[in-house]
């Protein structure tokens, strides 16, 4: 029943992102820094393990297929999304939740980061002319 809640289209976008966090949670788990011993460093493996868990858990109640990794195409347009949202917080407005901001600062970072955007989804509209495989 669970596989029925999302489209094709909603499942394949679903599984890039969640494969994607993955190995993103995979590559932090592995950083020989995280090995030190003591609370804080314990604390961030469980919270590792739980989110891989809870992902799991996740494609499990819905259904998704056998993980394999998603088409080069997928990644790409999958990453440079969640890329240019995150680069998105770094303009001038968003940065007063850190402290006062530079009355020149927008001027400085706001265009560049517009442009790293720009670029990002460049770069995802170039992968979604790939192949699906």
Do not use: C, F
Not at 73 to 94: G, I
Not at 99 to 108: E, I, N
Not at 119 to 127: K, Q, S
């Amino acid at each position: 029943m669970a596989h029925r809640l999302l489209n094709v289209n909603q499942q394949r976008r679903v599984v890039t992102h969640l494969r994607l966090l993955q190995e993103d949670l995979a590559d932090v788990g592995s950083w020989p820094e995280l090995a030190r011993p003591g609370a804080p460093y314990d604390a961030l493996r469980d919270v590792v393990a739980r989110l891989l868990h809870s992902v799991e858990a996740l494609r499990s109640r819905l259904g998704l297929p056998a993980d394999e990794p998603p088409p080069l195409r997928r990644r790409v347009m999958a990453t440079a999304e969640v890329w240019a949202t995150s680069m998105e917080d770094l303009k001038a407005r968003h940065l007063r939740a850190y402290g006062q901001v530079h009355a020149d600062l927008a001027g400085v970072l706001d265009p560049t980061v517009s442009e790293i955007v720009k670029l990002l989804e460049t770069m995802a509209d170039l992968a979604n002319r790939l192949p699906d495989r």
